[in-house]
């Protein structure tokens, strides 16, 4: 088993036991981003047989587990100099719920801050005095994340305002509507409203309605009969009946068109489908989950959408953030990204330059996070060393200069902004050079700090490219 820097087995050292799966899921982020492995379970029993096979070091325990109570672990727990401790969350805390939990054992208690900041804060202080208990400082993460993870990643606010949202969509059954430009992850919110809902062993079927035909549409939708169209030379069920008590994701509903929409509402109304080519109709129960980057209530407005079918998906509706309007994710985003990259490909990029970071949040990423994920891969694969750089990016973001985008960025202040159109990278990068040299008043060891090589580096590159560095103190 690999062990951390402090010699800490990479396991999880905290267990998370809560029963709102999506409150669970934030807790465990946010332990792991900084540094506290983390599992996580949504019930009394679950932590006993978790605790009774695992070595965990502190417990972070909701004290409301629907119907039960979390202060009832806290009898049965194992005793002795080696026993986690065990910490008390709620969302209102009194001075009963307090002093109860502090009388039961409670090293400490949380409250579930509204402010996802002071929520964060508060956590990250219990855990440093946690974990001092037991002589370790924090426990590192390992580096690469599963390349399958596709996890939804974010702490920002208004990521945690879709959190709130996936949590209460997944309590009922209700459709919901989802809304957001392309590349903002409608689809993973999607499954993560199945995944966290009490249907999640059930099917999860996705259809993208923007990339058929209407009778194409219709047919996998609906199914059909034998023989009722050219090349139909069986049977086939349609994709409600197979979502069948699970979930069905409509992805681009705006592409729909009138004739479609009447029969599409017929089988959300009525729960009811009729396959192409049959007289028959079959009863179907499914949960319906929609999708779209258009301004579906403007189109109603313009008689492109029914409303009365608006109205049916909209019983629930969660709007998500461009990547532009959560800037504070990109980090996250960038790490999470690199590291399935690098794995992927088997490069060994590891590291980036300190202003990396800046020139991608000066970016108004028109293509939101699937851009970014498609800009890091290519970036990744051409990598000829184990860091990334500004000019790495450079022409990746110079593709879109001719587009009209709010917030687009100049190249930052270590680049050159009016380099011509047709720069090489190489003259992106002797202009990185001379910029940062001139900032810093030709002091090379600063300058290599700042561009994040070493010095031998840089003055292998002021060579290369005939830079004429004024004498001045290194």
């Known amino acids: 088993m690999e062990n951390s820097p402090s010699g800490i087995p990479l396991t999880p050292a905290v267990l998370v ?28 029993q679950a932590a006993k047989d978790y605790l009774t096979n695992h070595p965990i070091k502190v417990v972070l325990c909701d004290i409301n587990l629907g119907g039960e109570s979390g202060l009832d672990l806290f009898t049965e727990m194992p005793q002795g100099p080696s026993a986690p401790l065990i910490v008390a969350m709620t969302g209102q805390i009194t001075l009963e719920t307090a002093t109860a939990a502090i009388r039961k054992g409670a ?60 949590g209460k969509a997944s309590m009922v059954k209700s459709n919901v509507l989802i809304i957001g430009e392309t590349g903002t992850g409608k689809e993973l919110i999607a499954r993560a409203i199945h995944e966290t809902s009490a ?37 086939k069920l349609g994709l409600f009946e197979v979502a069948s008590g699970g979930t069905l994701f409509l992805d681009e509903i705006g592409d729909i068109t009138p004739a479609l929409q009447v029969k599409l ?10 396959p192409v080519g ?5 009863k179907v129960d499914v949960r319906v989950v929609a999708a779209t980057h258009r301004n579906l209530e403007q189109m109603v407005k313009e008689n492109l959408f029914r409303e009365d079918l608006y109205y049916r998906l909209k019983v629930f509706s969660i709007s998500v953030p461009p990547l532009r309007e959560r800037l504070e994710d990109l980090e996250d985003l960038f790490n999470h990204f690199v590291s399935i990259a690098s794995a992927k490909m088997d490069k060994p990029v590891s590291s980036f330059s300190p202003d990396l970071i800046d020139l991608l949040r000066r970016y108004s990423w028109p293509g939101n996070i699937r851009e970014l994920e498609n800009a890091i891969s290519r970036v ?7 860091t990334l750089f500004p000019e790495d990016f450079a022409e990746i973001i110079r593709e879109h200069d001719g587009e009209d985008h709010s917030g687009a960025p100049e190249l930052p202040g270590t680049l050159a902004p009016m380099l011509p159109q047709s720069s090489t990278l190489a003259d992106m990068e002797r202009a990185q050079i001379i910029s940062v040299l ?28 005939g830079i004429a560095a004024e004498k001045t103190p290194h």
């Open 107 to 166: 090293f400490e208690y949380l409250t579930k801050s509204e402010r996802l900041e002071d929520f964060e804060k508060d956590i990250v202080s219990v855990m440093e005095r946690a974990m001092k208990r037991f002589g370790v400082d924090r426990i590192a993460k390992p580096i690469h994340r599963d390349e399958k993870d596709k996890s939804l990643i974010g702490r920002s606010h208004k990521m945690v305002e879709v959190y709130r949202a996936i």
């Open 278 to 282: 049959s007289v028959e109709t079959r």
């Open 438 to 465: 001139s900032k810093v008043n030709n002091r090379r060891s600063e300058a290599a700090r700042l561009l994040g090589i070493d010095r031998v580096t840089l003055y292998r590159k002021i060579a290369k490219y």
């Open 17 to 44: 036991v809560d029963d709102h799966r999506p409150t669970a899921s934030l807790v465990t982020k946010i332990l792991e981003s900084h540094g506290y492995p983390a599992a996580a379970v949504n019930s009394l």
């Open 199 to 235: 249907y999640a062993d059930r099917p999860f079927v996705t259809v993208n309605c923007g990339a058929l035909t209407d009778t194409l549409l219709e047919s996998e939708l609906f199914g059909h009969a034998r023989g009722s169209f050219t090349g139909a030379v069986s049977s």
């Open 265 to 274: 509402l017929r089988a959300i109304q009525e729960g009811e489908i009729k």
């Open 380 to 386: 990744v694969a051409s990598a000829q060393s184990q």
